[in-house]
């Protein structure tokens, strides 16, 4: 946090109110208060694209789809189980293995000729099926653009189950990966929304919330 | 400052929740008692009809009670790693394995329950039953008695279905009668089928108490008491035991009272077994929101109301894993709309693949006719490593949120 204020040239009595997301929301001590990623995800895109009804949000954690009401209030979500398979930590051991930083995988993938097929059922079967395929041959292109295949199948089947309502809006660190961006958009037969900052719509939905609080106390710092 | 520990108040003996544990522990001192008189004991699937042992006059176990109970008092683990070890695949379910374990090992610290002569098995609560008892019945090399009642497609329960289980009940009857000596009278059976009866009625009335804002009870308290329901119906202390459950619910309405601790800001459905290893963290994490868990399907389905043979029967047709989508969906909404339910937490329960498969399309169809949220997490009812807690929180969080934006908080 002292990294963040230093940066910003601000000190803590600047911040009236810090609301604390993801997954170790709770035990960050300076936090006046913590609200799930899920509602954080929901707050930051609205607040950027409030047409959305429906977001991708792809983590390192977990991956999540969110359904919007024409209120523009969460409704309802639908996470991953509990395999790490169709998150963003599934793409991190696929690059990992293809000895590769993880934002090159986009740009290899669109000049795949012919995707691999890649297991979508757990990350460490995937990673030796990974292994084996090079080994007999296959292009590592077509075997990252498998990769990516194989994340968007498993995320559409959360959002098939969720009800696909547009438009459709993609969140979380993956949204900046085209290849399962565009993997998505097949499966799904929609267009997908995203931006630059995708990745922080998390934390802009917590400082909006925060706002929120301390305009509910009627008390702003100037 | 002292260092006074503060002492638990010892539980009054009146109270339904005194009684209806005493109940519970009985079951297993009876049956050892019964066993070392030198009486045959069973052990006994949770949907089997009780009422044939009990007006026989024979005393049974029940070893999803058990698995329960060592998977709640933390050695879920250590028995299914028995089985496992013996071949049996992690993936089926944890109460079997447990069980199989606990028939080769014979001893647990935490519940132990008398080896059994023969084996009642039903498979109307799941068909990994049947193998399970099968297995049993060959390494124990004693008799297994099966009912079979199976899946129902249709809504309703035919005529020709509780005609071919009624035959099974009589077959199973006859073979317990040449097996023990022990003889079935309608006198007997009249007289179970009254405090049967009596508990079930007393049972639904209890639960239906929820329907008050706020609900006089915890839900959690109910996944305790549904062990008296499932394995002592036909006592006459079990009835007893129920009526004073009412009766404390009741006396809470009228004072405002609730066994739930904190103000009760959201009512939810809980949907699945109880995840017995984190039944804590399960529960800590829905109370210190405010969220009262004031119904299940328990709360309906062991409420068996009937008149005769017959109807027993069809009872037993109707249980919640025997019965079509559509029907239990319907027993849900029931629920869901008289108990002013405003969201719903399904436990995706790896060790019960029946229940949990048909709960994603049945979620649908409740969240879109009841207009809640709803959530599901991922556990088990026995086995530890199938649960991971910061998950479950963060989906439980995601539902309050949403309750408490639907209510024009947050």
Redesign the interface.
């Known amino acids: 946090m002292e990294t963040v204020l230093k940066k910003a040239k601000l000190s803590r009595n600047d911040i009236d109110y810090v609301m604390a997301t993801g997954y170790g929301r709770r035990n960050f001590d300076p936090a006046n208060g913590e609200l799930s990623e899920l509602s954080c995800h929901a707050k930051g895109v609205l607040f950027t694209n409030p047409q959305v009804r429906t977001i991708i949000d792809i983590g390192g954690q977990d991956a999540k789809v969110l359904r919007i009401n024409d209120k523009g209030i969460l409704e309802n979500f639908m996470m991953n189980d509990k395999c790490a398979a169709g998150t963003g930590r599934f793409l991190d051991v696929m690059a990992n293995i293809l000895q590769m930083p993880v934002n090159e995988l986009e740009k290899r993938a669109e000049l795949a000729e012919k995707p691999a097929k890649i297991s979508s059922t757990c990350t460490v079967f995937a990673e030796s099926e990974v292994i084996s395929q090079l080994a007999t041959g296959e292009t590592v292109e077509n075997v990252i653009a498998g990769i990516c295949n194989s994340v968007a199948s498993r995320v559409a089947g959360l959002a098939k189950r969720v009800g696909i309502k547009e438009e459709v809006f993609m969140s979380g660190g993956v949204a900046q990966n085209g290849g399962v961006r565009k993997a998505l958009e097949k499966e799904l037969k929609v267009p997908i929304k995203w931006s630059e900052t995708s990745q922080m719509m998390g934390a802009l939905g917590a400082a909006i919330s925060a706002y929120e609080q301390v305009k509910k106390r009627g008390v702003l710092n100037e | 400052m002292s260092n006074e520990v503060k002492k638990k108040s010892p539980p009054d003996p009146n109270s339904a929740k005194f009684k209806l544990g005493k109940i519970a522990t009985d079951a297993y001192v009876d049956a050892q008692a019964a066993k070392d008189r030198g009486e045959m004991i069973g052990w006994c699937s949770s949907n089997f009809p009780v009422e044939i042992p009990e007006t026989l006059g024979l005393a049974v176990c029940y070893p999803e009670n058990q698995a329960a109970g060592i998977a709640a008092r933390g050695g879920g683990e250590r028995l299914c790693n028995v089985s496992e070890d013996d071949g049996y695949s992690n993936d089926i379910c944890a109460y079997a394995r447990i069980n199989l374990a606990y028939a080769k090992i014979k001893d647990t610290p935490e519940q132990n329950m008398p080896e059994p002569d023969f084996l009642l098995c039903c498979n109307n609560i799941c068909n990994c039953m049947i193998k399970w008892y099968e297995n049993l019945a060959k390494d124990l090399n004693i008799p297994m008695i099966i009912i079979d009642i199976p899946f129902n497609p249709d809504y309703d329960v035919s005529d020709a279905q509780v005609a071919y289980v009624k035959a099974q009940f009589m077959e199973a009857i006859k073979q317990l009668e040449e097996l023990t000596g022990k003889k079935w009278t309608e006198e007997k059976f009249q007289e179970v089928m009254e405090y049967s009866g009596r508990t079930s009625r007393a049972w639904l009335a209890a639960t239906s108490e929820a329907k008050h804002t706020p609900s006089p009870f915890n839900g959690f308290d109910l996944l305790n008491h549904m062990a008296v329901m499932v394995t002592a119906r036909g006592k006459k202390e079990a009835a007893e035991a129920m009526e004073v459950l009412h009766k404390e619910y009741l006396e809470n309405v009228e004072t405002g009272n609730s066994t739930f601790r904190g103000e009760e800001k959201h009512r939810i459905i809980f949907e699945g077994i109880a995840c017995w290893p984190y039944l804590r963290a399960t529960s800590t994490g829905l109370k210190s929101r405010g969220i009262n868990m004031v119904t299940t399907i328990y709360a309906d389905a062991f409420g068996f109301i009937y008149d005769d043979f017959d109807g027993m029967v069809k009872a037993y047709c109707n249980v919640p894993n025997a019965m079509n989508l559509e029907h239990a969906r319907d027993k849900r909404v029931k629920l869901i709309k008289e108990n002013h339910v405003e969201g719903l937490l399904v436990h995706?329960n790896r060790s019960c693949k029946l229940w949990s498969g048909f709960m994603?399309e049945m979620s649908?169809q409740i969240?879109a006719e009841c207009e809640i949220?709803?959530?599901?997490f991922?556990g088990d009812q026995a086995d530890p490593r199938?649960f991971?807690e910061?998950?479950y929180?963060?989906?439980v969080?995601?539902l309050t949120?949403?309750m408490e934006?639907?209510k024009g908080g947050?």
Request: aromatic share 0%; glycine share 4%; hydrophobic share 25%.
């Open positions: 995706t994603a649908r969240a949220p709803h959530v599901a991922d199938n991971s910061a998950q929180e963060t989906r969080q995601g949120e949403i934006s639907k947050c």
